[in-house]
């Protein structure tokens, strides 16, 4: 058994390192269980799933990009299903029933976060309260360069979906 996971047959040629690491991982379930069970970025450093993930990333990263990777590699493995057509913040502002799916008070607290650590439990928290759907590479991209910037275009994006639920609440 190799310590590199596979890429599968249906892998595409248009796809990005975090989305061809994301479709081996659903083929190796011991690994992705493994990921799932990680609850802090040093958890997630012991992994060998990890570090096939540097590997296909280009392992010269700074310690914080490496912890950024870390929490992303958690995260991804809690994706069931990669939803390319929305943004992660449109997902979250999805309807249910009268209100979002994820909550304006959350949704405010989520981007708010500063640490690896932090955002890699709140976001699995997020991926389970969307079904295991969210965009692989935009999420997995938005996460490893997380800053103003990114916060700015969820919150644009969330807010533009989610305000005719948040109004009728108000």
């Known amino acids: 058994m190799s310590d590199e996971l596979a890429i599968p ?3 595409r040629a248009d796809e990005t390192p975090w989305q061809r690491w994301w479709r081996a991982l659903q083929e190796r379930r011991g690994d992705r269980a493994s990921l799932r069970r990680c609850r802090s970025v040093l958890d997630v450093a012991l992994e060998p799933a990890f570090h096939d993930l540097l590997k296909r990333l280009g392992s010269r990263l700074k310690e914080v990009d490496r912890d950024r990777v870390a929490a992303v590699a958690a995260i991804l493995a809690h994706v069931e299903k990669d939803e390319p057509a929305w943004s992660i913040a449109e997902l979250m502002a999805r309807p249910k029933g009268d209100k979002p799916v994820v909550s304006d008070a959350r949704f405010r607290r989520l981007l708010r976060l500063e640490s690896p650590d932090e955002l890699m439990h ?16 935009p999420l ?22 989610a305000e005719p639920l948040l109004q009728s609440t108000r």
């Open 122 to 137: 709140e976001l699995v928290r997020v991926i389970g309260m969307l079904g295991g759907e969210a965009p692989v590479a």
């Open 9 to 11: 047959e249906q892998a």
């Open 140 to 161: 997995a991209s938005d996460l490893a360069r997380w800053g103003d910037p990114i916060r700015k275009r969820w919150a644009l994006a969330y807010y533009e979906k």
